[in-house]
């Protein structure tokens, strides 16, 4: 079918790989007073060249690799950039964040890279051996990443509870895998798909989704299987946050996308419902518990299990629409997530000095342009149009009204409003509170590196919500060249717009 | 062929002025910060004088596109185009023209403020977005600038951060709106669904082309947009956010909680009429929110102590009469009464920002009076303006109110012809309350005897005096406006050429049911009688306000002790902050712990938390030992929903 | 012959019991293992179906699981150590710094 050497469409994964691999060796090699700010710079640069690779293989012939595990289309493509993309300006701000505190940083840099290497692998595996290869490379990474500050008591329990729970929910995964290889016979999405259509063992196959939806659900901290959250994004580094509670997620969502619509398409009258409750759930849940919440990490750690709330909203409109909505959503959600995080690390440093709302009162005045960043993450957060978050929301409710899932509209509109209370909370704690000189911390001036982060994803946020059309249109090539899969029946059922079902 | 009106600049230039006196203002002298501020607000009012002198050859409607398509989804699309049409060029004219008028006087009255920079840059910013909100020619960007305004607003009310009810009417203002949008939001979404565009044009059209089209969705849309509107008009339910918003500072009340931001609803309802036009339901929902709100305000009005609250009200209480004239598809009357209101009530507030600023800050009826010799400029300007609210021939607020009035009287589109009757009176009365609560604030500032502390006054160095002349023309203007601003529409009965509603009849003459008044030489007679009883009964309001407050300044507290209860009511506006506050408010945050598992949190939200103690403690204790942050009970957590997936998974495959 | 039912039941309930001590175990390392009873669970069922269908594929999956359950487990320990180390405890009933 392809005279495409394998080997091409895992060249992202490639590249990031000797990065990781060479940031490793040579991290013992230097003395322990040396700064490890040239590895950083040399991660970037692999990261660089990985982005830049994954933006070539748009130009390949969409197709498999390495027997039917790997495919690389637009789709993947799109999420390898998303990926690449959250890692470089991870990177970005967090060059001068253990700077002074910690050792042997470059295996910081190089766990980044291997634990994005996971994430990529998951978006293009068309097999669920792969996927689990995948899951398995970038979730033992961010175990470690969530302990990195050795010395607090806090991040080694963020770890060890993130690692517990977190290969818990992966066994209930893998026995999902099993099921479904005992009920079709193979464990790649498109044969199962074959094997799910054909209409055998429908119970087994039940259980099968069941239980993969489950390992998905504790990845991307839908509710119920988002307990772990909150705790782990209040114990770990904040740049790790940013980084985890963005990328890990995009990965899995893909990987659900891919289970979900392509493997299990004709049983959609399974999983719709059970995404519908979860989205509901996770919305609800989510925008609660961040209402009451003191602790900025955490009260952010309960919007993210929101805005996952939000992005299963639109898996649940199952349309090509649907999709795309997911994949730009997806997109407009890292950009923003990342940027508050990047913000709180470099306000609150590696002591994190600022825990508390209260702890951030007044201080448009002594960090203007830290503040006004924030300020423009936390409008575009609430869904403030001319940012991304406005239109990732639009988009995906606006797919979702055109599936007849009204009810699921009206609960998410009802769901954004009520969030804009706590993040119009941190907003007027930075710029309506009188800042208290008393509790006056010098932080370190921002370093360019971090500045240039800052940029991007201040750019990003305006881009995608001024003149979002660019990401649209590759988020609909990704749904389109992947969408017309086994459940295109069951998806034209479904566009139809019909108001009151 | 259609000239280009660089329609793309209008917007921008504001914008411009934001962004140079964001990021510089804080370095640059104020004489600078003033001029970019002014130059820009100026140049947009400048275009929009250029565009309405060309206007006239122009083809309508004049629709300019930017970017087509803005953004593409499978099945509909939206463009970034702006539309050009009377009623924007009217909606154009007042924004710009009452805006450099109103940046005119933060000059002189924001001088001695902190932040002078951060002022202007907002204020720049609301004219960015109420610009984008007017020109929008889909509804997807009129939501753009619906929420920009909103936000701007609630930068503006918090301005003074160092008060906390300052950011707390922020955030009261922001959160009311959410609820709001949510509607307008959900209209959206539904015209997406229904009709596959958002494009003002090819909805209309649409709806244009399918006579037979009636109610059904129509009306739910209709509806939707109704609560929008509520929230960004300040009707009921959604008011209780326009009196807190008077904690910004007075240029802002002026501009955007009298003059523009607030009539965004109206502009919006008169905007989508045809959608109205087909549902008798929702006008008739408009008419009563409208004429409930109208005199519910009134009342309130009439009791409060803070002037700026008194003309808060006020403003409540006129929108309501502007949505009383949208139910009744008397669009143009509407957008009439929008626009002389927009010319009294600004001065009204700029006036009050006056004698404020003459008085050092000070806000408190009670404590001012006597000043009409010693601030002459404000008081005779003030005086047009409270002429021109109680509807005094011929001050412009007489031909808006007659002509609302007078639809009103002869609505034919409520389903009942008592309903029109019943409402014209509760318009009537309101008119009568106006009357009353204008004059009392008139005479409670100007005359009788100086109730306010010299000492205090003296804080400036100078005592109580008049405003620079940066604050006094705007005044003036502003004052001759109310005077003669009413003409362009002086009614056919009274011998004038109504060219105001003609003017916007490209607009709303398309519609069968926005005709409801048809001219005939007894309806004539019938305006005239009735514009007479409207002048009568403000006239009656006006001697009361007279007997009690002039010549009688000690009767009115007596019948507040007499009647307290009333006056309790009235003081605590009913009490419907309270009751939202127990019936939403407090709620929410009670399940926002019971998510958290945790007890009480006081002092985390202003003492709810206080009220929440004895219910919750008992629930939660039980709780937090399982909960307590412990990796088995989490684990349990995730078994749990594991075993809910999994019946209801196999539940699904069973049935199914 | 064994018919395969026989083996899934076992595979469940081995995946039971270790769903069971994860959640009454109150030793670090004990609720790790109960994690590798999980695993095993899975490859027991793997190589049940595998057997059933003939598929070789089935028990190369195993085979990774093993691998992986190797390198978590490796990463799962030193986390342990680490955590040993601030709190001197392995309890986990006592690691609850941070509560929701």
């Known amino acids: ?501 | 062929m259609t000239t280009n009106m660089h329609l793309w600049l209008l917007p921008l230039l504001p914008l411009a002025g934001f962004l140079w006196n964001g990021t510089l203002g804080r370095r640059l002298p104020k004489t600078l910060v003033t001029s970019v501020a002014l130059l820009f607000s100026g140049a947009a009012f400048a275009q929009v004088l250029w565009i309405a002198a060309q206007f006239r050859s122009l083809a309508l409607p004049h629709v300019e596109s930017f970017a087509t398509p803005w953004i593409a989804i499978h099945g509909f699309q939206v463009d970034f185009s702006f539309l050009l049409d009377p009623l924007t060029l009217i909606m154009l004219l007042v924004v710009t023209g009452v805006g450099f008028l109103i940046h005119l006087y933060s000059v002189g009255y924001m001088a001695h403020e902190e932040g002078y920079w951060r002022f202007f840059a907002y204020l720049n910013l609301f004219l960015f977005f109420m610009l984008t909100l007017v020109l929008a020619e889909n509804f997807l960007l009129l939501f753009v600038g619906w929420e920009g305004v909103g936000l701007a607003s609630y930068l503006l009310i918090g301005f003074y951060y160092n008060k906390d009810s300052a950011a707390d009417a922020g955030k009261k203002a922001f959160i009311v709106n959410r609820i709001g949008d949510f509607g307008f939001l959900l209209a959206i979404f539904l015209l997406v669904a229904h009709f596959g565009t958002l494009s003002f044009t090819s909805i209309f059209g649409a709806i244009a082309a399918h006579p037979a089209m009636q109610g059904g969705v129509l009306t739910t849309i209709a509806l939707l947009l109704v609560l929008g509107a509520t929230g960004k008009s300040a009707q009921i339910p959604l008011y209780i956010w326009l009196p807190d918003a008077m904690e910004g500072p007075t240029p802002v009340s002026a501009l955007i909680h009298a003059a523009t931001m607030v009539t965004a609803g109206i502009y919006m309802v008169a905007r989508t009429h045809v959608l109205f036009d087909r549902s008798p339901l929702a006008l008739g929902v408009v008419a009563i929110i409208g004429a409930a709100t109208a005199i519910f305000a009134a009342t309130i009005g009439i009791v409060q102590t803070d002037i700026k609250r008194v003309l808060a009200y006020s403003t409540v209480s006129q929108l309501g009469y502007m949505f009383l004239a949208c139910g009744v598809a008397a669009y143009s009357s509407a957008i009439f009464h929008l626009v002389t209101h927009a010319f009294f009530k600004a001065l009204l507030f700029l006036a009050a920002g006056s004698v404020i600023h003459a008085l050092g800050g000070e806000q408190d009826l009670r404590a001012m009076g006597g000043l009409r010799k010693k601030i002459p400029v404000t008081f005779w300007t003030m005086t047009a303006a409270v002429f021109a609210i109680c509807g005094f021939f011929p001050f412009a607020g007489f031909f808006s109110k007659d002509a609302i009035l007078f639809a009103v009287f002869n609505a034919s589109v409520l389903h009942s012809l008592y309903l029109g009757k019943l409402l014209w009176g509760i318009g009537l009365v309101t008119a009568g309350l106006t009357s009353f609560y204008m004059f009392r604030l008139w005479y409670l500032t100007f005359f009788g005897s100086a109730r306010y502390n010299e000492e205090h006054a003296e804080h400036g160095g100078h005592g109580v005096h008049e405003s620079s002349w940066t604050m006094l023309l705007p005044l003036i203007v502003l004052g001759v406006l109310s005077l003669v601003g009413g003409w362009m529409g002086w009614p056919e009965a009274l011998g004038g050429h109504d060219s105001f509603a003609h003017f916007l009849d490209p607009v709303f003459g398309a519609s069968a049911a926005a005709a409801p008044v048809v001219m005939s030489s007894a309806s004539a007679g019938m305006e005239r009688m009735l514009a007479g009883l409207s002048m009568l009964i403000a006239l009656l309001g006006w001697l009361l306000a007279d007997i009690l407050y002039h010549r009688n300044p000690k009767l009115p507290e007596r019948m507040a002790q007499k009647c307290s209860a009333l006056h309790a009511l009235l003081l605590h506006k009913y009490w419907i902050d309270e009751l939202y506050g127990a019936i939403i408010v407090r709620p929410l945050l009670a399940i926002s712990r019971v998510v958290l598992w945790r007890g009480v949190d006081a002092g985390i939200v202003d003492g709810s938390g206080v009220a929440l103690a004895s219910g919750a403690s008992g629930f939660s204790s039980i709780v937090r030992r399982m909960q307590s942050g412990n990796i088995r009970s989490y684990a349990g957590w995730l078994a749990m929903g594991a075993a809910l997936v999994l019946i209801f998974v196999f539940y699904l495959a069973h049935c199914i | 012959m064994i018919p395969i039912s026989w083996y899934l039941v076992l595979s469940a309930a081995l995946f039971s019991i270790g769903v069971g001590a994860f959640l009454i175990k109150r030793n670090i390392i004990s609720i790790f293992m109960s994690i590798e009873l999980m695993l095993n669970a899975v490859n027991l069922a793997f190589v049940a179906f595998a057997h059933h269908w003939h598929q070789v594929s089935g028990q190369i999956f195993v085979f990774f699981v093993m691998v992986v359950a190797a390198a978590e487990a490796a990463v799962g320990l030193a986390i342990i150590i680490a955590v040993f180390r601030s709190r001197e405890t392995l309890n986990v009933d006592q690691i609850n710094l941070m509560k929701l």
């Open chain 1, 1 to 501: 079918m392809t005279a495409v050497s394998p080997a091409l469409r895992i060249l992202p994964e490639i590249l990031l790989t000797l990065t990781g691999v060479l940031v490793m060796v040579t991290e013992p090699l230097l003395s322990a007073k040396t700064s490890r700010k040239p590895l950083g710079i040399f991660a970037l640069l692999g990261t660089l060249a990985a982005i830049a690779a994954s933006a070539w293989q748009l130009h390949l012939p969409a197709g498999t690799a390495f027997f039917n595990t790997i495919q690389t289309d637009a789709f993947s493509v799109f999420f390898h950039l998303l990926i690449g993309g959250i890692l470089l300006v991870t990177l970005l701000v967090s060059l001068n964040y253990f700077e002074g505190h910690s050792t042997y940083v470059g295996e910081f840099y190089a766990l980044l890279l291997f634990s994005a290497v996971g994430m990529m692998l998951m978006t293009s595996a068309i097999e669920l051996l792969m996927v689990f290869l995948g899951l398995e490379i970038s979730s033992i990474s961010t175990y470690i990443l969530a302990g990195y500050r050795k010395r607090s008591a806090v991040s080694a329990e963020a770890s060890i509870k993130y690692f517990l729970l977190g290969s818990f929910a992966t066994a209930f995964f893998l026995y999902g895998v099993a099921l479904c290889f005992g009920a079709t016979g193979s464990t790649n999405i498109h044969s199962i798909a074959t094997g799910v259509a054909s209409g055998s063992s429908p119970l087994l196959l039940a259980l099968a989704l069941g239980m993969m939806l489950i390992g998905l659900g504790f990845k991307v901290s839908a509710a119920p299987f988002h307990v772990w959250t909150p705790d782990v994004y209040e114990g770990a580094p904040a740049p790790v946050v940013g980084f985890m509670s963005t990328a890990p997620k995009a990965a899995a969502f893909a990987v659900l996308l891919r289970i979900t619509y392509t493997g299990f398409g004709t049983m959609s009258h399974i999983w719709i419902p059970l995404l519908w409750i979860m989205a509901v759930a996770s919305m609800t849940i989510g925008n609660l518990g961040a209402l009451t919440q003191r602790n900025v990490k955490r009260m952010l750690a309960y919007s993210s299990i929101a805005h996952a709330g939000y992005l299963l909203v639109a898996f649940t409109a199952f349309s090509a629409d649907g999709l795309a909505a997911a994949c730009f959503y997806t997109a407009a959600y890292a950009a923003m997530n990342v940027g508050a995080f990047a913000i709180i690390s470099y306000l609150s440093g590696y002591d994190e000095r600022r825990v508390h709302l209260q702890d951030y009162a007044g201080l448009a005045k002594r960090h203007p342009l830290a503040s006004a960043a924030m300020a423009i993450f936390l409008l575009s957060l609430i869904g403030i149009p001319f940012t991304a978050g406005f239109f990732g929301k639009f988009y995906v409710f606006t797919t979702a009204m055109h599936s007849g899932l009204w009810i699921l509209v009206t609960i998410g509109l009802l769901n954004s409003g009520l969030a804009a209370f706590y993040y119009l909370r941190f907003l007027s704690q930075l710029y309506m509170q009188p800042y208290d000189a008393a509790q006056d911390i010098s932080e370190a001036p921002a370093q360019p590196a971090f500045v240039l982060g800052i940029a991007i994803l201040v750019a990003a946020v305006l881009v995608l919500g001024i003149i979002p059309n660019r990401v649209l249109r590759l988020a609909q090539a990704g749904a389109a060249t992947y969408f017309p899969c086994s459940g295109t029946n069951a998806a034209e059922v479904h566009t139809q717009p019909n108001l009151l079902r």
